[in-house]
């Protein structure tokens, strides 16, 4: 407040001097007074406005407070709103205590809700009221909830999944047309059954990268892990269940590479005996000789003594006859070979031959060999005609089969006079006793074959052997 003092000129009538120096005098307590008092004033006016702001400082915090129970009241409600099974539990944050309200299927999810409330910033104490409800009614709810939930998901991931489906499909087909054209892999081979299982491999592992695209694009490349972990277990526990399956299967896959026979050759496997019809994954099919279908393992195959009666186009043939100790061997083997070795079927090379099996009191035994091609001959036939041209060639020569006599002496003066028997010729210089070499060409030509094809052969060749 401002106070100015100002004096005046007289007028035209004069004040006195003395008067007016008493005016001057009080002109100047006046103002001195009002400058004492402007002070005091300006206190009292500024009293009231300063007053005003220590009570909105007052009224102003206790509003820090409420905003710290809302905000961790917020944050608390979203954190349960995150977890699928706290979706029903509400939460509120009142000076600091947090109290939980609502519904859960199991104790664990109750424990959990407050786990998470004492976690939340701004909690110094919770409330736990929440409700277990273990229900039929309640849990069929919860799961009718997830299945909508995964349903909503499925479908707005739909145009990726149509994608994904696509690329599944494509491999499927690129498999399959690179499984049909091996060739341009160069994987083709001139097995059979070989060339089937590369096909199967071609087509599965093509249309498993397929796959595995299709998981990456759908964001389920972390599956690939579980998914390959859990079918390892699955293989090796299925390992152990068909252990004999997977044998047989391995022992087909060594068949086939090894191919100790083709379909149509005649084979004896053990007692099993018969001609191959086909050699699948499982077992090695045979059409005995008269006319069944039999099955065998293929690791019974693999791991049994195997001859192979068609591999080598000649095979040898034999058969037996006894005659009478009164006759002459020498005779009766030259009228033998004589008989057969001219039959359609006998081969010159190697020729017949002839052997004594035994000379008893029951008769004489010889033994003779043929040689056939089975190409072009059947060996039980050409046995069975020279069988038949051999007794009649003895027939006609007046030998006779072996014939049990028995003598009765009934005195020793009186025994009958022995019969005149066949008196055989003085051993010749021309008998042949040499050593037998009818399949050493053979042996030798089965012996370079197998030395071009494979080379391993881990035995070592007698020089001492002619």
């Not at 039929?136 to 994608?163: C, D, E, N, S």
């Not at 000649?314 to 057969?340: G, N, P």
């Amino acid at each position: 407040m401002n106070v100015h003092c100002t004096s005046h000129p007289p007028g035209p009538g004069r004040t006195p001097p003395v008067t007016r120096f008493l005016l001057q005098l009080s002109a100047l307590g006046a103002c001195l007074l009002l400058a004492a008092a402007s002070p005091a004033l300006a206190i009292q006016q500024a009293t009231p406005e300063s007053d005003a702001p220590a009570s909105a400082g007052i009224e102003a915090a206790g509003e820090p407070i409420e905003a710290d129970d809302a905000s961790a009241s917020r944050q608390l409600q979203a954190k349960l709103t995150t977890d699928d099974d706290l979706k029903d539990v509400t939460a509120s944050v009142d000076d600091g205590v947090a109290e939980l309200d609502g519904s859960v299927l199991q104790p664990a999810h109750k424990q959990e809700a407050g786990k998470i409330a004492t976690e939340t910033p701004g909690v110094a104490a919770v409330v736990n009221n929440v409700e277990v409800d273990d229900s039929l009614g309640a849990h069929f709810q919860a799961a009718y909830r997830q299945m909508t939930a995964k349903l909503v998901a499925i479908a707005a991931r739909a145009p990726l999944l149509l994608v994904a489906i696509l690329i599944v499909l494509l491999a499927a087909w690129a498999g399959g047309v690179l499984s049909r054209n091996l060739r341009m892999l160069r994987l083709r081979t001139d097995n059979p059954y070989m060339d089937g299982l590369i096909r199967r491999s071609v087509r599965v592992l093509v249309t498993l990268v397929g796959v595995l695209l299709a998981l990456r694009l759908l964001d389920l490349s972390t599956m690939v892990g579980a998914v390959l972990g859990s079918a390892g277990v699955v293989g090796l526990a299925l390992g152990f269940a068909f252990k004999d399956i997977a044998e047989n299967y391995i022992a087909g896959v060594l068949l086939s590479v090894r191919k100790p026979f083709s379909p149509g050759e005649h084979i004896r496997i053990e007692s099993y005996e018969g001609k191959v019809v086909a050699l699948t994954s499982r077992t090695t099919i045979l059409m005995t000789l008269d006319g069944n279908q039999l099955q065998l393992p293929n690791a019974l195959v693999f791991k049994s003594v195997l001859l192979n009666l068609s591999q080598n186009p000649k095979r040898r043939f034999e058969f037996k006859v006894t005659m009478d100790a009164a006759h002459s061997i020498r005779q009766a083997h030259t009228l033998a070979l004589d008989a057969y070795a001219h039959i359609d079927g006998v081969l010159d090379d190697p020729a017949p031959s002839w052997t004594v099996v035994q000379n008893a009191p029951t008769g004489i035994e010889l033994q003779f060999f043929g040689w056939v091609d089975q190409h072009h001959s059947d060996m039980g036939k050409v046995r069975s005609e020279s069988i038949r041209l051999v007794k009649a060639a003895f027939t006609r020569a007046g030998i006779q089969p072996p014939r049990t006599t028995y003598h009765i002496v009934t005195s020793r003066d009186a025994e009958p006079q022995a019969t005149q028997a066949a008196v055989e010729p003085p051993h010749a210089a021309n008998v042949d006793t040499s050593v037998n070499r009818d399949i050493d060409d053979q042996l030798a030509d089965a012996q370079r074959a197998d030395a071009a094809a494979a080379g391993n052969n881990m035995l070592e060749h007698d020089k001492d052997t002619p």
